[in-house]
């Protein structure tokens, strides 16, 4: 009969360990107080015999055990850390890496870097008994600082390289449990202060052994002799007695243990460079002595990175021993070592609400995960504003045309008042914006340029004696904000002066439906128009305004010839206004021009139309100029939204760039940043940072719910604005300066207060 051989193989499989590595980037926010806790998971991975040993079918499969390591690799200018995983702990680790350095980035990578079979090994084991403990400060880095300092002496001219493993082995609870035993042997010796190091071959050994011996036999010859003389003599042995324990020590007794090694590889193409780099490596282990301390000794077995185990001692090591292995740089280590990889801004992730909607705030990226983040598209956040706080040239044109086009293709209106340059931003709408939507306003062309009237406020013939009144009451306020801009200064008009410009406005409105500013100056000093403007009241008009029309004819003043001339004295402050609108062609046109074909921004707004107003600086050098015009179109688009708001209110989009320029805009922002919500006015303003303003604006801004973005290149004034909000999303100044070009730091305003991270603005429209 013929014998027939089987292949074990067909009936038993050794089923070894995959491993994945993780590839960590540290960031500036990076603390290492809680990396003990990655070392209380290695022992969740031990399998007992039953458990690695199981059938499938007909064939038997043992798994080998399996081991973490962490492993950081040097070169002269780079430091690198990664993790190795056992595949079906992969998740567990690293959810628990995330939580332990919440803003480090891990990445899988297929590779690690390798050293060749001529690399120089060391490990390094306990130098005294498991039992006594290294030193467990988890308020200091100093290990990972000193390893880091290796990297000033390699040379990149001679490939200089050094690996640092620590390999972390699962230990049974059989094993974990039978260290109390051996701790309390241990303290036991120390009490009967018998030598605690492990090698007991060394010269020094043998001389505490004989000292030892020598103390107790002078102890047991004393004992119950004088105290003065047993005093002395104790004293000149103290050379051989164990100093005092720490805490740590006492504590490792009931600690949770990770045993672990310890390996330092070194490759140079110059063999000194590759003996001296070893043991320097090593020697920086002695940092973390206290009663315990670390030895090397040259490894000259080869063994692969994925070994369970590697040829030398293993070390009972607590877990919070091993936080000193387990570390990552933070701001300080980063700041010193600038080579080192790592992230330069904090990297939060953003909302739910925030990743959807229809106004692109860019792109945010968290590890490896990129979202799109958007404006809240809640009901009522969605009007609310924002500021942009950032340098010229840091992108705002870019990022504000790209608002303009979400907001033209989602149908909304939109107004960009531009006092910058040369309207570059309004120019960059325009290309983008459809003919039929478009309404330009350039105040240096006299074909576009408005009059200083408000035609937003009717006055009509089929309206009430009252209606009309009240009505030319709300044009001469805009007309009193509009004078008050006009100056160098911040002062208003006087009450007086305030008394004599009602009473003109109101007459004057009430009797001619489209006058203008012009109209309201020309009854305030000529008095043959005041009286032609009184003359053409109703007699019912001139019933309800009887106290206007004494009040102008106080300007009446009789000369000795009986000619009225004007009694300039009591409009002083009105009169040198308007001068100041002569002294610009524009507004000295605009002055002069009729209000007859003013546009009518209620029927602009309501048809969601795309207004551009520019006021550009090569054509109006004056900042007082510039006041004037931006406050009066400003003071008519809000009026307008006011007038709107008894009617189906569409939503607005106000742009205005660098508006703080404009002291007199700031005035009314203040109204506008605390109520424009109710009037879906949605105001999109752009600065250098808050202090810009004036304390009320600044506080208005604030109390209105606006959300930022602190576009990169900002000033950190911009940062200390707002540092108590950015500070609870852990962001600091450094997180602002570290930001690459065309990033923001956002701060936006969520159904849950506030949400913080950084965004990546959109790019330009082709």
Partial sequence: MKVKSIKISDYFEIVNPKYVFFKLIPHSSCKNNSSDKLAQLVNKMYLDLTKRVYKDQQKIFFKTECKVSYYIYLEKSKAEFYFIIPVPYKRLFKEKISDTWRNVEIKEVNELPQFSKDATKYSLSYKKADALSLAVDKRNNDLLSSTLNIMDILESENNDKIGIIYNFVPSSPTILNSFKDYHKEVMEKYRKNKPLDKNKKNIWYIIKVAFGFLANTIDGLIEGTQNDLKAPIQNNITLIQNKELSKATYKKENSVLCRSQIMVLSESSNTQNQEVNARATCENFSIIDED???????????????????????????????????????????????????????ENPVPKELQTGFFRLGNVKVKETNTNAYKSNDNQLSRLGMAYLGCMGAGKTTFMTNNASDIIQAGYGLVNIDIINNCELSESIKSITPKDKLIEIDCSNPNQIQSFAYNEIQINDSMSDYEKITNATLHTQQIAVLLDSINDDTSKLSPKMLKYLYAAGTVVFTTKYNASLKDVINCLTIPGKRKSFIDSLSKSLRALLEDEVYTLQELDKEEKSGKISNNDSKVEGIIDRSIHLKTSSHTKLAFMKSSENNLNFVDLLSQNKVILIKIPESKFPSKMIRNILATYFLSRIWLSKQILATTTQPKTFLFFDEFYKCHNCQLLYQDIFVEARKFDLVSIVALHYLNQLTQQCKEALKASGTSYLLIQGADVKAYQDLKSNLIQFGYEEDDLLNLERYHALALIKTTKNYASFITKLPPPIN
């Fill in 292 to 346: 315990n301390a670390l030895i090397y000794d040259e490894v000259k077995k080869d063994f692969d990175i994925l070994d369970y185990q590697y040829p030398c001692k293993l070390n009972d090591t607590s877990t919070q021993e091993c936080s000193n292995f387990l570390q990552m740089p933070g701001r300080e280590l980063l700041q010193h070592f600038k080579d080192i990889e790592h992230l330069k801004v904090l």
